[in-house]
């Protein structure tokens, strides 16, 4: 299994960025797929998720300033995200919903949003 996160950055508060989770090793097109972020001392928590079928959830702390895609035949999974808040600072990851039973995560993408 490979859950290859990229695009993250350091960027201005207001500031975009768009993350891309290549993955392999898992039937991608049958899985809902979600992104999540964690900070150090904090769980890892789940921020947006897509279904196979393209219904999407949004926690509510990105709620209007994120959006989630998939191309499935690329087994990509993108997090597009706006209007970036200091709180927003994190690892994130991309990863199934629920994650992998066997506990994989793979290496995640810091974004950092400076004040």
């Known amino acids: 299994v490979q859950l290859q996160a990229s695009g993250g950055g350091l960027v201005q508060t207001g500031g975009s960025l768009r993350l891309a989770c290549a993955a392999s090793g898992i039937m991608f097109n049958v899985n809902s797929m979600g992104w999540y972020r964690q900070v150090p001392g904090n769980h890892r928590e789940l921020v947006a998720r897509m279904t196979w079928g393209g219904t999407t959830y949004y926690a509510d702390s990105v709620k209007g300033r994120f959006a989630i895609s998939r191309d499935n035949a690329k087994s990509t999974v993108y997090l597009q995200m706006n209007m970036l808040k200091p709180e927003d600072t994190a690892v994130y990851y991309c990863?199934?919903?629920?994650?992998?039973?066997?506990?994989?995560w793979g290496q995640g993408t810091q974004v950092t949003v400076s004040s």
């Open positions: 990863n199934t919903v629920p994650p992998i039973s066997s506990g994989f």
